[in-house]
């Protein structure tokens, strides 16, 4: 038995129907859309690749099958056999002259109607609203992105290796820890960042990728933030804040090509205006210290920034918007930075880190450092930052055996998808979002 094949035909999939100009097909959907005039239907179809319109003609079928799919109700399920006609102006570019509607469930009246709901709605019927037209295509994008994470890091000699979920420890400072309860009355923490078995991971194989969830107690109710979200971490032995800054700009400049290229019927479907996502395929893309930074927000009308806090999302529009693709902001204030950053040969004051800030206000999608590799100065970093040494001794091993400059950096799958996609919220660009007041469904 298969689901495949229908009456001698299988199953054609609708991002395959222009191609195939002529031939009789099946296509396997569901109904998005109906519309009637006489002795015409016009189903429009969706089957998850694209969405193509369905012309049932009541001189073509049997009077019964012309009533029956005159009363599909949205998102009926159905089986369609038709002849492929080519049209420039189609959905898809191509639409079907059906000889055959085989219905195989009648849905119920469907909650997420044509009308405007509120986010809450929709959000509380996500997965319902993955069904629709924009929320597929930021789906459709989501894969095209993590098609390119991998290929890019395969390609650069790369190993992918996968962190723990449950860690012993915080990695990006202590208030934004999940706890769980473990055997024993011990404490697991839900991991913030894979990069510190990255590091391990790196000095076993010399560059590797962690990509996997990350979880952040936010208690912020931004756009920006969710507390389970997606993260790709690439690590490697013998690279510096300069290694670790080209390999970003190659990174992020590759995933927008790939999309720009592969998915451009979404970011229309989107209504992305992609001339302004286009410089972001080529590098190099511009770098300015925080410093330097400083004076771009102080420039932009915020005159009262003070020098060694951390950015926020106006202060981060701010800096982007001096530029048509992301910018990197190198060397900040030590104080406001994680414990594993090294410092600045020329400045103590400063750390080797580095964040990348989308342009158009989307703040920032990449955070990396130089790590400390100075057994003694990590240590007293643990100590300032009031961290258990305990927790870090494996950490610490590193350094004890083999200690070699490395660095890495973090890109959050999300803020990276919302960008490129150019939605206004995260929670679009995960399937199912987790935020501080929302778990289900
Ligand atoms: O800047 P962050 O905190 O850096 C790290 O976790 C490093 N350990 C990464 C590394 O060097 N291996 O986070 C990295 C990125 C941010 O730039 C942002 O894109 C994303 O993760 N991110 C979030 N995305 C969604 N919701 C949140 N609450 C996020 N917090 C960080
Ligand atoms: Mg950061």
């Known amino acids: 038995m298969t689901q495949q094949v229908f009456d001698g035909l299988r199953a054609t999939s609708i991002r395959d129907l222009s191609a195939k100009a002529g031939e009789t097909v099946l296509v396997q959907g569901w109904l998005y859309n109906l519309r009637s005039k006489g002795k015409l239907h016009f189903l429009l179809l969706r089957d998850g690749t694209g969405i193509a319109q369905a012309v049932v003609f009541a001189g073509n079928v049997p009077p019964e099958m012309f009533e029956a799919a005159g009363r599909l109700t949205q998102e009926s399920a159905l089986r369609v056999i038709g002849t492929v006609r080519r049209d420039e102006r189609a959905p898809g570019g191509a639409e079907l002259d059906v000889s055959k509607v085989d219905i195989v469930s009648i849905a119920e009246p469907y909650p997420l109607g044509k009308k405007d709901h509120g986010p809450d709605f929709l959000l509380s019927h996500r997965h319902l609203w993955l069904r629709s037209r924009k929320q597929a295509a930021i789906l459709r994008i989501r894969d095209e992105v993590i098609r390119a994470i991998r290929g890019f890091f395969h390609e650069r000699g790369f190993y992918c290796v996968d962190s723990p979920i449950f860690t012993p420890s915080a990695c990006e400072g202590t208030t934004t820890l999940f706890s769980v309860p473990y055997f024993d009355e011990q404490t697991a923490y839900l991991s913030q960042s894979g990069q510190l078995y990255g590091e391990a991971s790196a000095m076993a194989l010399g560059k590797v990728y962690v990509f996997g969830p990350t979880f952040r107690a936010e208690k912020s109710k931004t756009r920006r933030h969710l507390t389970e979200f997606w993260m790709v971490e690439p690590e490697a032995a013998y690279y510096d804040l300069d290694d670790v800054m080209s390999l970003a700009e190659d990174f992020v400049s590759r995933l927008v090509s790939r999309v720009l290229e592969n998915r451009m019927e979404d970011l229309k479907e989107l209504e992305r205006d992609v001339k302004k996502l286009e410089p972001a395929a080529s590098t190099p893309y511009p770098r300015v210290t925080y410093t330097d930074a400083v004076k771009l927000i102080h420039a932009a009308g915020h005159t009262d920034f003070p020098f060694g806090e951390d950015f926020g999302a106006p202060h981060e529009t701010a800096i982007g918007s001096n530029f048509d693709r992301p910018v990197m902001v190198h060397r900040w204030p030590a104080a406001i930075k994680a ?52 927790a870090f001794e494996w950490f610490l091993d590193l350094r004890r055996y083999g200690s070699v400059p490395h660095g890495g950096f973090g890109l959050g799958l999300e803020r990276t998808l919302a960008w490129i996609c150019g939605v206004e919220h995260l929670r679009e660009c995960i399937p199912f979002p987790r935020m501080l007041y929302r778990i289900y469904p």
């Open 339 to 390: 414990f594993y950053m090294k410092r600045d040969p020329l400045d103590q004051a400063l750390a080797l880190g580095v964040d990348m800030i989308a342009s158009e206000g989307y703040g920032e999608i990449v955070g990396g450092a130089q790590r400390e590799d100075d057994i003694r100065l990590l240590e007293e970093r643990i100590k300032e930052h009031q961290l258990p040494m305990e």
